[in-house]
């Protein structure tokens, strides 16, 4: 699935009361943005943010952050939730690497839904359930660690668990095809897996956690 440019991209992300325009300025702090002690959820890489945004409005004792690089891709969630009042969610523009400088450990769940793949060998690293995206983990998650992620990509799913399981997560959900599945698992669709499931594609579904 490719999305179009947005016209207007910067000026739709910087003129959004939903935008966090300088997030570091925030750490430590994000109980005062939303006003509330509420657990905070952060998905990498929300895309157009159907999943977050439904997420926020499921639940509004629950605050959600989405961050997402791409600016055409902030723009278009942001066009999808200017007309809707979510008080349980902001937005953040910026690279995943640089949540470390953006949070404490105030972060009680990170959701990784169809992150890019980064399918060759060499790339490992780049996939946000590499162990060096994990140690970042590690400093923003307020007490226990809890990462829940979804996939149409066998390679990516199958390095997911090796690495989890490696760096000590217990597996509380794993799902081979999360669409057909009898157990009563929460599945709030992005828009990739949207069209996937009109394709009857396999999703894979991993709950995973670490209490210490």
Not at 23 to 52: A, D, T, Y
Not at 81 to 90: C, R
């Amino acid at each position: 699935m490719r999305y179009n440019v947005v016209k207007n991209a910067n000026e739709i992300i910087s003129s959004s009361s939903y935008l966090v325009k300088n997030p570091k300025s925030n750490k430590n702090n994000w109980k005062n943005v939303f006003g509330n002690n509420n657990p905070i959820m952060l998905e990498l890489g929300m895309g157009r943010g159907s999943f977050i945004i439904e997420m926020a409005k499921k639940h509004p004792n629950v605050n959600y952050i989405g961050l997402e690089l791409d600016q055409n891709q902030t723009a278009a969630a942001i066009k999808n939730i200017n007309d809707q009042n979510i008080k349980n969610l902001k937005i953040i523009c910026a690279n995943a690497l640089d949540i470390v400088d953006f949070f404490g450990k105030e972060i009680d769940t990170i959701y990784l839904t169809f992150s890019e793949p980064w399918p060759k060998k060499g790339d490992e690293k780049k996939r946000f359930t590499a162990t060096n995206y994990l140690k970042l983990y590690d400093r923003i998650f307020k007490k226990h660690k809890h990462i829940i992620l979804k996939t149409d990509n066998k390679i990516l799913f199958a390095s997911s668990l090796e690495t989890l399981s490696q760096y000590w997560y217990s597996f509380d959900k794993v799902s081979m095809d999360l669409h057909n599945d009898e157990r009563n698992i929460e599945n709030v669709m992005t828009d990739f897996e949207k069209q996937y499931y009109k394709e009857h594609r396999q999703i894979y579904y991993v709950d995973a956690s670490f209490k210490d």
